[in-house]
């Protein structure tokens, strides 16, 4: 059991210092142009849509994107209506992750890891120091994954594991409130499909039962957001607002 558990919260810590080192090399490696896209590209909706989906992808995380958004209508340099093009791009963007996590490369991770950790050591460059961190973080996140999914084997058999995913199937609000509760702890969404997708893997849990977390991890990463907003105009909180019902519809009508 001590094994499960240091196992899984090692691996979740790994595969989150994985997002944050690709996402923060990402962003590096692009300069200072995510304020350019968001500021250029949001003169109508449809563009703010792909700005949102554009920037969640560099910086590897929605809530970024979101948190991002909020400071721009918090200081005027965006109107509401073009941060809600942004936010509905940043939840298609963090998408790409959850594919990115489908590959299976888990086997090369490490060697993956040892690139990357080599270029961030020899090379001297920023632009090279970036490349770095991307790959070491690409390298993290799959080896966190395969420590989470080998500490992850043992819940098929856990008697009371099974019958938590079978309530889950039965009662889908209670794989939402799992999902949301989960994502509000870990503060990444990515974290919580990389262990559906692991547990889904594993044959632990069915896709009736996942599916319900999957849609709770939506709404329980608007909490940064909501954070971020409440000491900022009453735009900006709007903004947020708009984000969590945004995600809050999404989840009832798939729900249904």
Known sequence: MQTLI??????LGIFLLG?????DGLQ????????????RFTSNPFLGVLAGIVVTVLIQSSSGTT???VGLVSAG??????????????????????FIIGID???????????????????????????GQVIFGFGSLFFGLELMSSGMKPLRTLEAFQ??????????????VIGTLFTVIVQSSSATIGILQGLYAEGAITLKAALPVLFGDNIGTTITAVLASLGATVAARRAAFVHVIFNLVGTTIFLL
């Open 6 to 11: 240091f196992e899984f919260i090692g691996g």
């Open 105 to 131: 490369v888990g086997e090369y991770a490490l060697p993956i890891i040892a690139v990357g950790a080599l270029i961030i050591f020899f090379f001297k460059h920023q632009k090279f120091t970036a490349i």
């Open 19 to 23: 997002i944050k080192y690709m996402g």
């Open 67 to 69: 948190v991002l958004t």
């Open 163 to 176: 019958e938590l995913t079978i309530s889950m199937s039965e009662h889908s609000i209670l794989g939402v």
């Open 77 to 98: 340099f965006m109107t509401l209506r073009q941060a809600i093009g942004v936010i509905m791009g940043a939840n298609i963007g963090t998408t790409i992750t959850a």
């Open 28 to 39: 590096k490696s692009a300069g200072d142009r995510l304020r350019e896209i968001l500021d």
